[in-house]
């Protein structure tokens, strides 16, 4: 069973700076695509950035270097590392996995429809 878990979630003044964790678990194969998502009150979820199993990752344009994506293979665990951090990046945050690699390749906007496992959240609130 694939388990989730977000953390790291707060509220931070515009310019700080945030990192949020996802431990997971019971994810098995080789081929594999890895992300955090995000999704504003009345908006539809969106995708930030995005692994593939063999370790290319893409950003959504609006955080595209000021946002980070990073694995901890041992710890099982991803990190978003955010920094510069703007008032519209206030959502709740996700991350999520799908055991095929294809996944990443989708267009970006339709990324969240292939992901198979979800997390169930942490909220990011980001005062001007």
């Known amino acids: 069973q694939v388990q989730l878990v977000e953390s790291g979630g707060g509220s931070v003044q515009a310019g700080g700076s945030l990192r949020l964790s996802c431990a997971a678990s019971g994810l098995t194969g080789s081929s594999y695509c890895l992300g955090w998502f995000r999704q504003a009150p009345g908006e539809e979820r969106e995708g930030v950035t995005i692994?593939?199993?063999?370790?290319?990752?893409n950003y959504a344009g609006s955080v595209k270097g000021r946002f980070t994506f990073t694995l901890d293979v041992a710890k099982n665990t991803l990190y978003l590392q955010m920094n510069s951090l703007r008032p519209e990046d206030t959502a709740m945050y996700y991350c999520?996995?799908?055991?095929?690699?294809?996944?990443?390749?989708?267009?970006?906007?339709?990324?969240?429809?292939?992901?198979?496992?979800w997390g169930k959240g942490t909220l990011v609130t980001i005062s001007s």
């Open positions: 999520a996995a799908a055991q095929r690699g294809a996944v990443c390749g989708l267009p970006w906007t339709h990324l969240h429809y292939g992901m198979d496992y």
């Open positions: 692994r593939h199993s063999d370790g290319t990752t």
